[in-house]
């Protein structure tokens, strides 16, 4: 059963999200992990998202702050702010809560969660996924899920500036 909170309330500090999990692996909950920059929501990663959720029964997403995302893509990005791209990922019926990072990786984020699934997407390779390697040390599993053909946030960028 997905969390029916307000979108308020699914946007957690990490402290805060540490204790929520805490709550939820106490009532039998299996927690599903994600993340990335979601800087414009498209057809791939709402696939991704779905397929994650499927997984168990909370699903956390982990937002890269606008500072890292510059870091790792470069200055023209985000398009759009953490605290919008944030807003658009806990919107989500199948999110149940949502973490904005400042590192480059979310690796302290995931092993403060620890969560039973790891997911990411078709291009990484398990044994390079950031946090893999804690999860499965704490019994979790390292999910890849297929990217969906023909969806890429710079892809959509590049058609934008073309128009």
Known sequence: MKASGKISE???????LAKQVQRWKFLGKK??????????????HLEL?????ELGHVLIVGINADE????????????????FRAFIMASLTIVDAVNIFPEDTPLELIQT???????????????TVVGAEDVIKNGGEVVIIPLVKGYSTSNLIQKIREL
């Open 31 to 44: 927690i599903v992990f994600t993340n990335g920059c979601f800087d414009i929501l498209h057809k791939g």
């Open 49 to 53: 998202l779905a397929k994650a959720a």
């Open 113 to 127: 969660i620890l969560p039973d699934f790891l997911v990411k997407g078709g291009d990484y390779d398990p044994s």
């Open 68 to 83: 890292s995302v510059q870091r790792l893509k470069g200055h023209e990005r985000p398009v759009n702010d953490e605290k």
């Open 10 to 16: 699914k946007l957690m500090l990490r402290d805060e």
